[in-house]
T-cell receptor, first 115, second 112 residues
Framework: DTGVSQDPRHKITKRGQNVTFRCDPISEHNRLYWYRQTLGQGPEFLTYFQNEAQLEKSRLLSDRFSAERPKGSFSTLEIQRTEQGDSAMYLC?????????????FGSGTQLSVL | AQSVSQHNHHVILSEAASLELGCNYSYGGTVNLFWYVQYPGQHLQLLLKYFSGDPLVKGIKGFEAEFIKSKFSFNLRKPSVQWSDTAEYFCAVRRNTDKLIFGTGTRLQVFP
């Protein structure tokens, strides 16, 4: 499979626990995005990377959220001290950023349920 | 604040009916515009995009969209929908090399 892979597909956790998600982008893609989506809403931007550099993090994102892309390949998104409001689908997308022509390829997402 | 508005939250059509889904954005200046689609049980995928040139762009599966700069709009159209078009449709806007911002989506149900 040469698409964007996300692991795990589903995660159920108790409030207060930490969770970590992984995203493997398409291999030659230099940009990697994290979005969050809840039922009836569009994907909400969380953060994105150009290679290993984190270019922007949403101001709506609390300090409990952190993301890394250490070698410019795969990325992890960690949520510390999870809350019920964190329950959502977490989407990863990657792209080859060529000026004037960027198409995002999305993974299937990680569905997080915080009990 | 940057925003993308999709006013139709849920649209129900019969097969062969025509479709138009609205999208408005609040940016000034140069923007790139996209429509993404999410079929039931599948991941988001690109339907069509506008970067420059002809404001009427054609995408996959007979969809098209028209960029009207004066109205800050990028409405999606299809002359005759099919049952297989049942999906959720998201408009998205990108300014310069910035991140992609999505609208809230429109759920389309097509009945045979």
């Amino acid at each position: 499979d040469t698409g964007v892979s996300q692991d795990p597909r589903h995660k159920i956790t108790k409030r207060g626990q930490n969770v970590t998600f992984r995203c493997d982008p398409i291999s030659e893609h230099n940009r990697l995005y994290w979005y969050r989506q809840t039922l009836g809403q569009g994907p909400e931007f969380l953060t994105y990377f150009q290679n290993e550099a984190q270019l922007e993090k949403s101001r709506l994102l609390s300090d409990r959220f952190s993301a890394e892309r250490p070698k410019g390949s795969f990325s992890t998104l960690e949520i510390q001290r999870t809350e019920q409001g964190d329950s959502a689908m977490y989407l990863c997308a990657s792209s080859l950023d060529v000026q004037g022509n960027e198409k995002l390829f999305f993974g299937s997402g990680t569905q997080l349920s915080v009990l | 604040a940057q925003s993308v508005s999709q006013h139709n939250h849920h649209v129900i059509l019969s097969e062969a009916a025509s479709l138009e889904l609205g999208c408005n954005y609040s940016y000034g200046g140069t923007v790139n515009l996209f429509w993404y689609v999410q079929y039931p049980g599948q991941h988001l995928q690109l339907l069509l995009k506008y970067f420059s040139g002809d404001p009427l762009v054609k995408g996959i599966k007979g969809f098209e969209a028209e960029f009207i700069k004066s109205k800050f709009s990028f409405n999606l159209r299809k002359p005759s929908v099919q049952w297989s078009d049942t999906a959720e449709y998201f408009c998205a806007v990108r300014r310069n090399t910035d991140k992609l911002i999505f609208g809230t989506g429109t759920r389309l149900q097509v009945f045979p």
